[in-house]
Nanobody
Framework: QVQLVESGGGSVQAGGPLRLSCAAS????????MAWFRQAPGKERERVAS??????TYADSVKGRFTISQDNAKNTLYLHMNSLKPEDTATYYC???????????????WGQGTQVTVSS
């Protein structure tokens, strides 16, 4: 079982950058599929980026602005966010799902979340 701890959230002006980190308690490469989700007040949770056997995927709303990356030596997942917009304001969560080869199972492991606030 993996434990996830996010960090790096905060307040930023629109157009600015921010980098989120997610430290995993165990080895994640080849073992877990990883993703970033976000949830704004009154809205459904949205998967913004994920990484798995086939590569990376992004929500349309963040394509070209956000980049997900993984440092396997540090067991850490990152979300590099650029050109932030007020609508990116949300609590961001790191999630992990068991992986078997190219198959990703449900994201059953979650961090506590980190708040990102973008002001105009």
């Amino acid at each position: 079982q993996v434990q996830l701890v996010e960090s790096g959230g905060g307040s930023v002006q629109a157009g600015g950058p921010l980098r989120l980190s997610c430290a995993a308690s165990t080895y994640i490469y080849g073992t877990y599929c990883m993703a970033w989700f976000r949830q704004a007040p009154g809205k459904e949770r949205e998967r913004v980026a994920s990484v798995n056997h086939y590569g990376t995927t992004y929500a349309d709303s963040v394509k070209g602005r956000f980049t997900i990356s993984q440092d396997n030596a540090k067991n850490t997942l990152y979300l590099h966010m650029n050109s932030l917009k007020p609508e990116d304001t949300a609590t961001y969560y790191c999630a992990a799902g068991r992986r078997s080869g190219s198959v990703c199972f449900a994201y059953n492991y979650w961090g506590q979340g980190t708040q990102v606030t973008v002001s105009s």
